[in-house]
Every structure is written in structure tokens, then in C-alpha cells.
T-cell receptor, first 116, second 109 residues
């Protein structure tokens, strides 16, 4: 149980375009979703925390106008990378706290973004 | 100073060896502690939670020392399939997961 489905798994886009990444909780309600970014050989860095029905909270140094987060329902959170540039190429991954029985966090399978 | 620090390695060990990884965290208010495993280009997967009393799961033993703000992971009888990056993860009092850089383990035949 507590599965998060993340799409797309891989995307290549041109500089200047926008890319939307979706994370859906399949069998539970995710009131909170954490969005991380991981550059090669580096740690997962928290970008922002989205809460259903309210504005996302961004970590220091993350541009909220560039990384748009929407959490309009209890089962869907989206991250849109606007006007993508090559330096935005990274592995983006979402995570939600498990609810109900059990403990811990469940992760989406990640999205590898390449901006060319 | 990073909030969670790990030696990135790589640790190259032969099959059957025992290997230990260490991790330190800076925030004494940290609530929960975990070891995650991440295979190349995949999402992290929970390996085990870490408690002050220590916990063991098969060949894996995790230990937490709150006074020293130090977490360890011991892997006994290493298998080739243990090759991966091991992430030390700490939660803040707001529930955020803070990841260490990860320690890479390569188990050789």
C-alpha cells in the first residue's frame, strides 16, 4: 500500500519550454507532498513542500516562479519547471508521508529531466 | 556545515566482507532516522529505521547515538546485490526528510 505514481519517468525538452511532472497517490490521500531534486553524485535536496489546498512552501534558494507546484487534490501534486534551461537537468522525485497503518515515506519513481 | 554528513566512498569490498557506514547530523532536534538504499537512477527505498536501542534486520544492523548525533549501518556477509548507494536520512521536527550525500558500496566477487 501507499504507492505514489510519478510521470513521466524521463523527459527531454528544449531550452525555454515548460515541463510538468505529476505525482499521484494511488491508494491513499496525500495531504502533503515533498519535491526533491538530485544532481549526479549528490544528495536529494528538498525543493518544496506542497499541501493540498494551500500554497507550497519553498526551500531557500528555490525560485517559486520557476518551479510551480500545484496540489489541487488529495491525490495529485504537480511540479512544472517553467522556461527550462540546461542547468535544470536533474532527477526530480516526489515523496509523501505514509498515512494510516505503517510509517515512513513513499517515493515516486522519479523523473529524469534533460534540457537541451 | 551540511545537515547530514556521510563519507561518499566508494567502499570497495569483497563478497562476504563486513562493512560499516557512518553518518553525523547537525540538528539535535531531529526526530527520526533512517537508512535508505538507492540504486543507480532509481528512487530511494527504505532499508531500515534507526533507533537508539539499535535494530537488526538480517545482515543489517543500524545504531543511533543521540548524544553524539551519529548513526551507523553495519552490513555483514556482503552480497553482490548489496552494491548501491546508502543514504542516511533524518527528519526535522517539521517532518521534512533531510538526506545525506550517500555512501557508495561496491561489492566485488
Amino acid at each position: 500500500g501507499a504507492v505514489v505514481s510519478q510521470h513521466p519517468s524521463r523527459v527531454i525538452c528544449k531550452s525555454g519550454t515548460s515541463v510538468k511532472i505529476e505525482c499521484r497517490s494511488l491508494d491513499f490521500q496525500a495531504t502533503t507532498m515533498f519535491w526533491y531534486r538530485q544532481f549526479p553524485k549528490q544528495s536529494l535536496m528538498l525543493m518544496a513542500t506542497s499541501n493540498e489546498g494551500s500554497k507550497a512552501t519553498y526551500e531557500q534558494g528555490v525560485e517559486k516562479d520557476k518551479f510551480l507546484i500545484n496540489h489541487a487534490s488529495l491525490t495529485l501534486s504537480t511540479l512544472t519547471v517553467t522556461s527550462a534551461h540546461p542547468e535544470d537537468s536533474s532527477f526530480y522525485i516526489c515523496s509523501a508521508p505514509k498515512t494510516g497503518a505503517g510509517y515512513g515515506y513513499t517515493f515516486g519513481s522519479g523523473t529524469r529531466l534533460t534540457v537541451v | 556545515r551540511k545537515e547530514v554528513e556521510q563519507d561518499p566512498g566508494p567502499f570497495n569490498v569483497p563478497e562476504g566482507a563486513t562493512v560499516a557506514f557512518n553518518c553525523t547530523y547537525s540538528n539535535s532536534a531531529s526526530q527520526s532516522f533512517f537508512w535508505y538504499r538507492q540504486d543507480c537512477r532509481k528512487e530511494p527505498k527504505l532499508l531500515m529505521s534507526v533507533y537508539s536501542s539499535g535494530n537488526e534486520d538480517g545482515r543489517f544492523t543500524a545504531q543511533l547515538n543521540r548524544a553524539s548525533q551519529y548513526i551507523s549501518l553495519l552490513i555483514r556477509d556482503s552480497k553482490l546485490s548489496d552494491s548501491a548507494t546508502y543514504l542516511c536520512v533524518v527528519t526535522s521536527n517539521t517532518g521534512k526528510l533531510i538526506f545525506g550525500q550517500g555512501t557508495t558500496l561496491q561489492v566485488k566477487p
